[in-house]
T-cell receptor, first 114, second 115 residues
Framework: AQTVTQSQPEMSVQEAETVTLSCTYD???????LFWYKQPPSRQMILVIR??????QNATENRFSVNFQKAAKSFSLKISDSQLGDAAMYFC???????????FGQGTTLQVKP | DTGVSQDPRHKITKRGQNVTFRCDPI?????LYWYRQTLGQGPEFLTY????????KSRLLSDRFSAERPKGSFSTLEIQRTEQGDSAMYLC?????????????FGPGTRLTVL
């Protein structure tokens, strides 16, 4: 069975600085997708960034980028120029290529200090 | 596009009662998912539908839980004989199969408290 592990329950960053959130996963599949979702307090979950396993190039979305290390089964999220609005719980998620369900990690709460 | 909606947003019930939640997906989305999230944890998959067909169910979905998606539009999740351990946020998401986006859009959730 696939698993997703986020080993950092909480992280903090100074406004305008850069922070990296860690995620590792375990799978024997070759066709899969990885995601980072953001869940602000009392608000719904939104997709931050996605990565297809067959793509070697790391995904980027404005201030958000990933470091996808397929052999190491690592998928970290880098947030550059952190803003107060980035404060939220961040979840790493895995989806197999042949099913629709997402498998989530335990989450990392990110605090942004002004 | 109004997004995924869920009703009710909050439900307080007594142990042993039955509860039903509703999810309305984004109109053109043919896949609909249910997840359960307890405080401070990541969502756990419960079940998902493609159109009206229920394609996969988690072992978390005991026989007290049932989900339906008649006509492939909205979905309902019913919990019978609720237990205190059922207290959680129930999230619904939808997506469009055959989209290269592979993105699931989440609703605001229904928070269930079982007294």
């Amino acid at each position: 069975a696939q698993t997703v592990t986020q080993s950092q329950p909480e992280m903090s960053v100074q406004e305008a600085e850069t922070v990296t959130l860690s995620c590792t996963y375990d799978t024997s599949e070759s066709d899969y997708y990885l995601f980072w979702y953001k869940q602000p307090p009392s608000r719904q979950m939104i997709l931050v960034i996605r990565q297809e396993a067959y793509k070697q190039q790391n995904a980027t979305e404005n201030r958000f980028s990933v470091n996808f290390q397929k052999a190491a089964k690592s998928f970290s999220l880098k947030i550059s120029d952190s803003q107060l609005g980035d404060a939220a719980m961040y979840f790493c998620a895995y989806r197999s290529g042949n099913t629709g369900k997402l498998i989530f990690g335990q989450g990392t709460t990110l605090q942004v200090k002004p | 596009d109004t997004g995924v909606s869920q009703d009710p947003r909050h439900k307080i019930t007594k142990r042993g009662q039955n509860v039903t939640f509703r999810c309305d997906p984004i109109s053109e989305h043919n896949r609909l998912y249910w997840y359960r999230q307890t405080l401070g944890q990541g969502p756990e998959f419960l079940t998902y539908f493609q159109n009206e067909a229920q394609l996969e169910k988690s072992r978390l979905l005991s026989d007290r839980f049932s989900a339906e998606r008649p006509k492939g539009s909205f979905s309902t999740l019913e919990i019978q004989r609720t237990e205190q351990g059922d207290s959680a946020m129930y999230l619904c998401a939808s997506s469009l199969r055959f989209s290269d986006q592979n993105e699931q859009f989440f609703g605001p959730g229904t928070r269930l408290t079982v007294l």
